[in-house]
């Protein structure tokens, strides 16, 4: 009877051992992939986030972190969009560039047909001008640049009249700076 005892506590012990090793095993992959999934979302890479996310909520459903993560995946999409789209004004090249005289808007214009041109029809700055107290209105632009991209040209545009530029997902908002 007691080595019967012995066999089973030793039993017993290793079972309870190797559940420990497996629960561990389990924990430390459940850490890898949601650190992987952290990594990603920081290097702006969503679709790697997501599946990591997800199979750390595979291996254990109740994961919070994990969930929240993926509520945090539209906001991680839309900024990759915006830096890919604020790297087009630096990435496309206007080869030439020449306002004598011309009005903000006029100029703005023609840098946006520009631009379609040299992207080959795929890049739009869509450039939206809010001057409430119109003082853009009446400011001229004369500007004479070749291959330059469209972030310097429209830099020069703005600082010779007073204003700013914010790049949005979808627009390009222009407006007035106080002087």
Do not use: C, W
Not at 18 to 42: P, T
Not at 72 to 90: G, M, S, T
């Amino acid at each position: 009877m007691k080595k019967l005892k012995a066999m089973m506590a030793v039993s017993l012990s290793l079972t309870t051992s190797a559940l420990a090793d497996e629960f561990k095993e389990k924990a430390a992959k459940i850490q890898n992939l949601y650190r992987s999934g952290l990594i990603a979302m920081k290097a702006g890479k969503p679709e790697e986030a997501k599946a990591a996310f997800k199979a750390v909520l595979k291996l254990q459903p109740g994961h919070g972190h994990a969930r929240h993560q993926l509520t945090q995946i539209p906001a991680v999409n839309a900024r990759v969009a915006l830096n890919r789209r604020k790297a087009l004004f630096k990435s496309t090249t206007i080869t030439t560039l020449h306002f004598a005289d011309a009005t903000v808007e006029e100029a703005l214009e023609a840098l946006n047909e520009l631009t379609l041109d040299a992207s080959k029809q795929t890049f739009s700055p869509n450039f939206v001008i809010q001057d409430p107290t119109e003082k853009l209105k009446n400011k001229k632009v004369t500007l004479k640049m070749n291959n330059v991209p469209v972030s310097v040209a429209l830099n020069y545009i703005l600082d010779g009249v007073g204003a700013a530029a914010r790049i949005d997902l979808h627009a390009t908002v222009i407006r007035s700076i106080a002087r």
